[in-house]
């Protein structure tokens, strides 16, 4: 009698550890493929996103349309913009593995920058009058953070084929391809490493809400920038 009265709580058990493991594998396949959740641990994309906020990023918007300048985009830095590992030792690394996860840290090798070439541009900054260049013509860039300047420091480039030159919002704050010029691949970011759009803000409650996702007109198209 007291065997057959624990088989109910044995086979709920077994039904709560099943539904759990059945979520973890639905969400990681919806996460690898359609829909994913990335903490933005810095600055450098404000005012357009803040540090803190967990953004709900599109996997599949550049599918059909093609990358184009002022897209803002989240990548794997590796090869680029970040080492290939870390350094902090397996356990460090696996609960910061965790925590990219949960959505509560941010990734060592993930980073969200917006897309300012694209191949064939030649990116040089500054004109005389200070503003930043796409294939000779200004850039009235109304996505700057306040006070910042278009770059610090001059850079002048020519973006390869399959490749991306990419600059954070906050200029003064960003690590972005200016920096990483001497760098493999210098600066540049292949468009496979690209892992989708940033589409909604999640957390904080106070800015949830939808990403604008159109690309600022004050950035010249392919037609009007030669």
């Given at each position: 009698?007291?065997?057959?009265?624990?088989?109910?709580?044995?086979?709920?058990?077994?039904?709560?550890?099943?539904?759990?493991?059945?979520?973890?594998?639905?969400?990681?396949?919806?996460?690898?493929?359609?829909?994913?959740?990335?903490?933005?641990?810095?600055?450098?994309?404000?005012?357009?996103?803040?540090?803190?906020?967990?953004?709900?990023?599109?996997?599949?918007?550049?599918?059909?349309?093609?990358?184009?300048?002022?897209?803002?985009?989240?990548?794997?830095?590796?090869?680029?913009?970040?080492?290939?590992?870390?350094?902090?030792?397996?356990?460090?690394?696996?609960?910061?593995t965790?925590?990219?996860?949960?959505?509560?840290?941010?990734?060592?090798?993930?980073?969200?920058?917006?897309?300012?070439?694209?191949?064939?541009?030649?990116?040089?900054?500054?004109?005389?009058?200070?503003a930043?260049?796409?294939?000779?013509?200004?850039?009235?860039?109304?996505?700057?953070h306040?006070?910042?300047?278009p770059?610090?420091?001059?850079?002048?480039?020519?973006v390869?084929?399959?490749?991306?030159?990419l600059?954070?919002?906050?200029?003064?704050?960003?690590?972005?391809?200016?920096?990483?010029?001497?760098?493999?691949?210098?600066?540049?970011?292949?468009?496979?490493?690209?892992?989708?759009?940033?589409?909604?803000?999640?957390?904080?409650?106070?800015?949830?809400g939808?990403?604008?996702?159109?690309?600022?007109?004050?950035?010249?198209?392919?037609?009007?920038?030669?």
């Amino acid at each position: 009698m007291l065997h057959s009265k624990r088989r109910p709580g044995k086979l709920g058990w077994r039904f709560v550890v099943l539904a759990i493991v059945a979520m973890v594998a639905v969400s990681a396949v919806v996460r690898g493929t359609w829909l994913d959740v990335f903490y933005i641990p810095s600055a450098s994309m404000e005012p357009y996103l803040l540090t803190g906020d967990r953004v709900l990023v599109s996997r599949t918007d550049f599918a059909a349309t093609p990358i184009q300048r002022g897209d803002v985009v989240v990548f794997d830095g590796r090869g680029s913009f970040a080492p290939l590992h870390s350094g902090k030792g397996a356990l460090a690394d696996a609960a910061q593995t965790v925590g990219e996860w949960l959505g509560v840290a941010g990734s060592d090798t993930v980073y969200v920058k917006r897309v300012i070439g694209v191949a064939g541009d030649h990116i040089r900054c500054c004109s005389a009058n200070g503003a930043l260049e796409i294939n000779g013509k200004p850039v009235a860039e109304s996505y700057l953070h306040p006070g910042d300047l278009p770059s610090a420091g001059p850079f002048d480039a020519v973006v390869p084929a399959g490749r991306l030159w990419l600059m954070g919002d906050h200029r003064s704050v960003s690590l972005d391809s200016r920096s990483l010029l001497g760098a493999p691949g210098g600066g540049m970011v292949s468009t496979d490493k690209v892992i989708g759009r940033p589409i909604i803000v999640l957390w904080p409650f106070d800015r949830f809400g939808p990403l604008s996702t159109a690309a600022p007109t004050a950035i010249p198209t392919p037609k009007d920038a030669h």
